[in-house]
């Protein structure tokens, strides 16, 4: 064995690590995590004892989409396109990713291998194997990511969605909490779960609520090491602001619980840190009381001239900040070009009257003037019981709703939301977001609110998320947001701003379909045209790590504030060699960009 092997080999072991420091390897040429052909790729007689390790859980991956690259686009290919725009098609399949790239950025390349993980041991065998071998291990639950932090060549993907199980508790004490805090009713969920099913069992079938994600076909583990909103954060709080215990495989291969308790410091990493301190294999997270009712307040308006516009958004922020910047009210206002307001509110714990009452000001205002104003989709309020938003049976009675999954034998329980299908399969152009603080609804700021806004929307249009903002949420809310490592601009913030251009499914080198890059290059310049409007407003805003650009300047402080310097402890403590690198993640300035080889 060479002496660079040699290193390698032992750099596992503890004990080197304190004599020499975690830079053993780049003391002598820099540390490189080894591709297929390289010396210290495993041969295939060790992969085969992984796999027997692993019961049969290891598989070989190909895309569906290799077939396609550089062929004629023939009848299979069409179906392969098809089943791009079936989120759970997407899910299901190994070698693929919900988005399918961004340009410029990153394009999703299928692992070598995937460990189909189907309990904390198998991740642990998975992991131990990763960091023995010096792979490039990636871990994918939904696959959403926008990063594209779920994908990477070369790799051993850590896949976890079999990992399926979820286990309501009445009464929840995390591990050696025992007697220090309260029991509380929660809900044990498997890594690899999405919310749509979890919304199923929590609420539809034992009537609790738990803050998930609005698309129903998000990984519940990745989502919740974002920190994680829903449409009633501003009521329930961060998802991860419920998290009550998380059992992680750690980056020694160690399976450890982290709560309040009982490894507290992975446990805060946890709570919106962004991935990267180890593989979660479960969390349990509280449950709360459903609301009575949740609803939906939805209507577009064009405006017949700039100067209407500007009323109509003068009024809309003024209303905004009079009855809607409360607890029972989230989700999105969207500022468009050719002067157009879109409305899809969601509310919680008022009846349809009451909704009605609330917005009838506001419409009337715009109906009484039909010269400056029209209604290009007619007002609605709709309210239903909390137990029947999430039952599929009820969702898919409602036209123009939901879509089903189509594929024969897929499950009843398979929907996502129409409102959803743009960003199945879809190949990002640009996505940029950014915190706005609660003061620029006061009087006094208002109307730099108003003229960034509207200055932003003859670019391109932005989008208020006010449910991704927390301040006018409950004060309990606030507080428990306080303890996540987000970045605490995201409590002062009443929305958070969201632009974003992307494309149908596309590939490089697939004929006929593959991405199109002169049409990016223009909508990404106008994403940030309209995006520099919104940031003159608060420079320093901070953006969320879920939802942002992949080229985010100074994304440490972006996504985590002064929070980063602890994260930072932690991640060295947890992972010292960066096993779980990701994009832009905790501890990636170490690395090249495509985190194979450590920088420093
Ligand atoms: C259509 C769509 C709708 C969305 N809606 C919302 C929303 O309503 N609210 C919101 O806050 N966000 C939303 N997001 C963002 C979403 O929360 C994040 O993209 C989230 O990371 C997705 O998790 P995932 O498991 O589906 O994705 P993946 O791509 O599988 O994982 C995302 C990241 O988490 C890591 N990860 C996944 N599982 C684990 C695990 N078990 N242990 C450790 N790390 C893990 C991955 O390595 C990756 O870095 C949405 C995204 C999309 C595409």
Redesign the pocket.
């Known amino acids: 064995m060479d002496r660079r092997r040699l290193l390698q080999a032992i750099s596992g072991l503890p004990f080197i690590r304190l004599l020499f420091g975690a830079s053993t390897d780049a003391a002598t040429s820099p540390f490189r995590r080894v591709r297929p052909g390289d010396p210290g790729w495993p041969s295939d007689e060790a992969w085969a004892e992984l796999g027997r390790r692993l019961d049969g859980r290891l598989i070989k991956v190909k895309s569906p989409l290799a077939q396609c690259v550089g062929a004629p686009f023939d009848a299979a290919c069409a179906e392969v396109f098809k089943e791009l725009k079936n989120p759970y098609s997407l899910g299901d399949e190994v070698g693929l990713?919900?988005?399918l790239g961004w340009i410029g950025a990153w394009t999703s390349e299928p692992s070598v291998y995937a460990v189909a993980a189907e309990s904390a041991r198998d991740v642990a065998a998975a992991v131990n194997f990763a960091r023995t071998h010096n792979l490039r291990l990636?871990?994918?639950?939904?696959?959403?990511?926008?990063?594209g932090?779920?994908n990477a060549a070369d790799s051993l993907l850590m896949w976890?969605r079999s990992m399926q199980s979820v286990v309501l508790h009445d009464a929840f004490v995390g591990s050696g909490c025992e007697g220090s805090v309260p029991s509380q009713p929660a809900v044990s969920i498997e890594?690899?779960a999405?919310w749509g099913r979890v919304y199923d069992q929590v609420s539809v079938k034992a009537g609790r609520y738990v803050q998930g994600?609005?698309?129903l076909?998000?990984?519940?583990?990745?989502?919740l090491?974002?920190?994680?909103?829903?449409s009633l954060s501003k009521n329930f709080g961060i998802?991860a602001a419920s998290l009550l215990e998380a059992e992680v495989v750690t980056a020694d291969g160690d399976i450890k619980l982290a709560n309040a308790c009982t490894n507290p410091d992975l446990f805060w990493a946890l709570k919106g840190g962004g991935?990267?301190f180890?593989?979660?294999?479960r969390v349990t997270v509280r449950t709360h009381e459903l609301p009575e009712f949740i609803g939906i307040a939805v209507g577009a308006i064009k405006a017949a001239s700039d100067d209407a516009f500007r009323r109509l958004v003068s009024e809309t922020m003024r209303f905004y900040r009079e009855a809607l910047f409360n607890p029972h009210w989230g989700e999105q206002l969207s500022f468009q070009r050719g002067d157009v307001l879109s409305i899809q509110m969601v509310f919680h714990s008022l009846s349809r009257d009451q909704a009605e009452a609330v917005w009838k000001p506001f419409f009337d205002l715009v109906r009484s003037s039909p010269q400056d104003f029209a209604f290009v989709l007619p007002p609605q309020v709709q309210a239903a019981p909390g137990r029947l938003i999430w039952d599929p049976a009820v969702l898919r009675t409602i036209p123009g709703l939901v879509i089903a999954d189509d594929r024969k034998g897929a499950p009843e329980g398979n929907i996502f939301y129409v409102g959803?299908l743009g960003?199945?399969g879809r190949v990002w152009h640009a996505y940029q977001s950014a915190w706005l603080p609660a003061s620029l609804l006061e009087a006094a700021d208002r109307d730099r609110l108003v003229d960034a806004l509207i200055a932003a929307s003859k670019h391109w249009p932005v989008t208020l998320h006010v449910n991704?903002g927390l301040a006018g949420g409950r004060t309990e809310v606030l507080e428990s947001a306080k303890d996540t490592p987000m970045n605490p601009a995201v409590v002062d913030a009443f929305a958070l701003v969201i632009a974003g251009a992307g494309e149908e499914p596309a590939y490089p080198g697939v004929a006929g379909h593959e991405p199109n890059v002169a049409e990016a290059q223009a909508q990404a310049a106008a994403v940030s045209a309209a995006m520099n409007e919104i940031r003159k407003l608060a420079p320093q805003g901070g953006s969320?790590v879920?939802?942002t650009d992949y080229f985010e300047p100074d994304w440490q402080r972006s996504f985590w504030g002064d929070n980063y310097a602890r994260l930072s402890a932690i991640k060295k403590k947890y992972d010292p060699d960066g096993l779980?690198f990701?994009h832009h993640?905790v501890g990636s300035e170490d690395w090249s960009a495509d985190g194979f080889t450590r920088l420093r």
Do not use: D, M, R
């Open positions: 990713t919900q988005s990636v871990v994918k639950g939904g696959g959403h990511s926008y990063q932090t779920s976890t890594a690899g999405i994600g609005g698309c076909t998000v990984g519940v583990a990745g989502f090491n974002g920190g994680g909103f829903g998802g991935g990267g180890g593989v979660v294999t959803n960003e199945v991704k969320y879920w939802e779980f990701l993640g």
